[in-house]
């Protein structure tokens, strides 16, 4: 039952009551009609008069039973609601005839108008990341092309099962989250746990398995990050300043050494001894980023250098040079190992703080070209066999054979170096130049403080 004659509901005699009035196949007909009419009446009094074309003998007396004799007979029999109305809200049902219809026969869905409020509710989710980024000015776009292309409703319909609510609801709640993890950003390199605590208060809500993690994942791309195609996780996060974690975040050098002014107590001491230690044996070393923010790494002098390269197959080779070189051969090189992480961009911060040149090689292909951009952004750096006359020699050579595949990119310290790769056409990988920058690292003579 739906409806109430007093607080405590309908009792029984009025159930049995409506049931005999209204509940008999000679009134099916009477009750279809009311129900059709149910949501246009919008809650108030049914009204109007109903008609039945050659009722049977059973529906006539049916109806007398309900409202009377009819003034006059005819082919058609005609039921007037309001008439109806006021018996049942009289006697058995004061609720009125649509909730005793509703009563035997089920509720009345405006299935409809649910569409409608859903839609509504999907609109107003989606569009309050835009009104509450305004600082995002390029995000509509690309927002409002991948709500329409279902994106939005995938993973909040995900986030539904998991929370147990509705699909709206929970967009609703996921893009505020996202809105406010925005606001939050860029970052200063702090941990994504960090992060997601201070955003939605709780430190795996941005987990990749969570479906705010891959919503996120997707918005701040968007945001921050360049144009490349299929980035991971890491450099998503980077892009926005975010770093996944200090102890995730690492970076391998060679020649790196160990201050000796950092006082035994601290952690700094720790990674300066190590650093020299690996440095006496010529030996490349690791660093995760909360190393690399302890302070134990050697500042190099003004007139020092640090090479920096994309691939690790250098460091190892230059290892193993380095290994059978002259006494004074002292070279400093750190790997980006494709995308430059926190602990790379700390570390060559530090060791340039004085003054010391950074040089920078890389692949040259589109790839490439993008990371080497993106690191001139955080750490000013000068070509490193990385120009357009080293391409053409490279690529002139058997090693290159390699087509140059995927969307252009820029060389903004040398415009003439991605003309020149539209132009021939080759890739020319790291590894296939290593000879030359290897004898750069292990035959130049400088000290690094």
């Known amino acids: 039952m739906t409806a109430a004659a007093d607080e405590t509901g309908p009792s029984r005699a009025d159930a049995d009551a409506i049931e005999r009035l209204l509940g008999g196949p000679e009134t099916a007909w009477l009750v279809g009609r009311v129900r059709e009419r149910i949501l246009d009446a919008g809650g108030e009094q049914m009204r109007g008069v109903v008609r039945r074309r050659d009722p049977s003998d059973a529906e006539r007396a049916a109806a007398v039973r ?10 058609t029999l005609s039921v007037d609601l309001a008439a109806v109305e ?15 219809v509703q009563a035997l026969t089920g509720p009345v869905i405006d299935h409809r108008g649910e569409r409608e409020r859903e839609r509504a509710a999907w609109t107003a989710a989606r569009d309050r990341l835009i009104v509450e980024t305004p600082q995002f000015a390029g995000l509509a776009p690309w927002w409002e092309s991948w709500c329409a292309a279902g994106g939005l409703t995938r993973i909040a319909r995900a986030e539904a099962r998991r929370i147990g609510s509705s699909g709206p609801e929970a967009g609703e709640r996921l893009v505020q989250a996202v809105a406010d993890l925005l606001r939050l950003l860029p970052a200063k390199g702090e941990p994504l746990s960090m992060i997601a605590r201070r955003a939605v208060g709780d430190a795996h809500a941005l987990d990749a398995d969570r479906p705010l993690g891959r919503l996120a994942l997707a918005v701040v791309w968007a945001a921050f990050g360049t144009d490349a195609a299929r980035p991971s996780s890491r450099e998503v996060w980077q892009a926005a300043g975010v770093e996944r974690s200090a102890l995730a975040s690492t970076v391998l050098c060679l020649g790196v050494g160990g201050r000796d002014d950092v006082p035994r107590e601290r ?16 030996a490349p070393v690791i660093l995760t980023l909360e190393q690399v923010r302890s302070g134990g790494a050697r500042v190099l002098p003004p007139e020092g250098v640090v ?32 995308q430059p992480s926190f602990a790379v961009i700390e570390l060559l911060d530090q060791l340039t703080a004085s003054g010391a040149e950074c040089r920078y090689h890389g692949d040259f292909d589109w790839p490439g070209l993008r990371i080497a951009a993106a690191l001139g952004m955080r750490v000013p750096w000068v070509a490193w066999r990385f120009g357009a006359a080293d391409y053409r020699a490279a690529a002139a050579t058997e090693e290159a054979s390699l087509e140059l595949a995927g969307r252009p990119s820029e060389s903004p310290w040398d415009v003439g170096l991605a003309a020149a790769m539209v132009e021939i056409g080759r890739a020319v990988e790291e590894e296939a130049v290593l000879d030359g920058l290897v004898d750069d690292l292990v035959q130049e003579r400088r000290s690094t403080g």
Request: proline share 7%.
């Open 66 to 75: 309900l409202v009377g004799m009819p003034r006059r007979q005819g082919q």
């Open 86 to 100: 006021r018996i049942l809200r009289r006697g058995p049902w004061p609720a009125g005839l649509a909730d005793a």
């Open 267 to 282: 952690t700094g001491a720790a990674t300066a001894s190590m650093l020299e230690a690996m440095r006496t044996a010529r």
């Open 307 to 338: 090479h920096v390269c994309e691939n690790p197959t250098v460091v190892e080779v230059a290892a193993d040079r380095w290994s059978r070189a002259a006494a004074d051969v002292d070279p400093v090189l750190v790997c980006t190992s494709g």
